[in-house]
């Protein structure tokens, strides 16, 4: 009977943390509720991962520690008031036009396929002045996948390698390298104890300008800058790519609330 009692109760501390674990947050209400308020891109999808006991689907892979760790930095190293929460928008919201900043994560693995009512919001949103950021996008096949549903968006524009001279990469933070931001998953540890990345390819920087040479749509192909924001107090993950990390991560948001 002791043994009994003693596993019930292991159960429901277990299902407790995992309740913990898995709640959500309220991102659904109206309106912005600061001068940032991040909105990621909800979209149908099966399957998803995480970590730290988090659950969530390819849509909001790194959520909520990203946000968690990001935020925090983002108040601390600049003057825009940033709220506490993001929202989760689907396309075929019109709150999405409230929100200068769009981020989609992890559209290959996820197999995103808007809908043509959705490809044409969104592009209608970026034509407005809207930002989208491309993020956790790994390999040929996610690239394919993400190349075949960002055509239904801008079939008339092509996908460019953004220079270095971009204003993106200096409007806040002068990012000068292109290195490649590994994920959690990518990092093995040497015979010799130290930590290497081993990624899906070579790291691209790729966009889509609109007729004013303005960057609408940031796409970070063999890098994971989510993942950079969301392991940043993981001894293990290196503390130079959360840094990288943060430094994109603030260049977008500035680009996206200033061009």
């Given at each position: 009977m002791k043994k009994a009692c003693?596993?019930?109760?292991?159960?429901?501390?277990?299902a407790m943390t995992y309740t913990h674990r898995t709640a959500a947050r309220d991102t659904q209400k109206d309106g912005p509720e600061a001068e940032f308020q991040m909105a990621r891109v909800k979209y149908r999808t099966f399957g998803g991962g995480g970590s730290h006991g988090y659950y969530q689907p390819w849509w909001a892979i790194d959520y909520p520690l990203a946000e968690e760790h990001f935020f925090p930095a983002l108040r601390r190293t600049t003057n825009i008031q940033v709220a506490d929460e993001e929202r989760h928008l689907e396309l075929s919201d019109d709150r999405i036009f409230e929100y200068p900043f769009l981020f989609l994560q992890q559209p290959g693995q996820g197999n995103w396929r808007p809908t043509p009512d959705e490809a044409k919001r969104l592009r209608e949103y970026c034509l407005r002045g809207g930002f989208l950021l491309v993020d956790d996008l790994h390999g040929e096949w996610g690239w394919a996948i993400f190349e075949r549903a960002i055509k239904q968006v801008f079939p008339d524009r092509?996908?460019?390698?953004?220079p270095e001279t971009d204003p993106v990469m200096h409007v806040f933070y002068d990012i000068d390298e292109k290195t490649a931001i590994p994920g959690e998953r990518h990092l093995r540890m040497g015979r010799d104890g130290r930590i290497f990345a081993r990624l899906e390819g070579e790291?691209?920087?790729?966009?889509?300008?609109?007729?004013?040479?303005?960057?609408?749509?940031?796409?970070?192909?063999?890098?994971?800058?989510?993942?950079?924001?969301?392991?940043?107090?993981?001894?293990?993950?290196?503390?130079?790519?959360?840094?990288?990390g943060y430094k994109f991560g603030t260049n977008y948001i500035i680009y996206a609330m200033t061009h």
């Open positions: 003693a596993i019930l109760a292991l159960c429901l501390a277990a092509p996908i460019m390698e953004i790291p691209h920087f790729r966009g889509i300008y609109n007729d004013h040479n303005q960057l609408m749509v940031a796409i970070n192909f063999n890098s994971d800058m989510g993942d950079s924001w969301e392991h940043a107090d993981d001894p293990i993950y290196p503390v130079p790519m959360t840094a990288l």
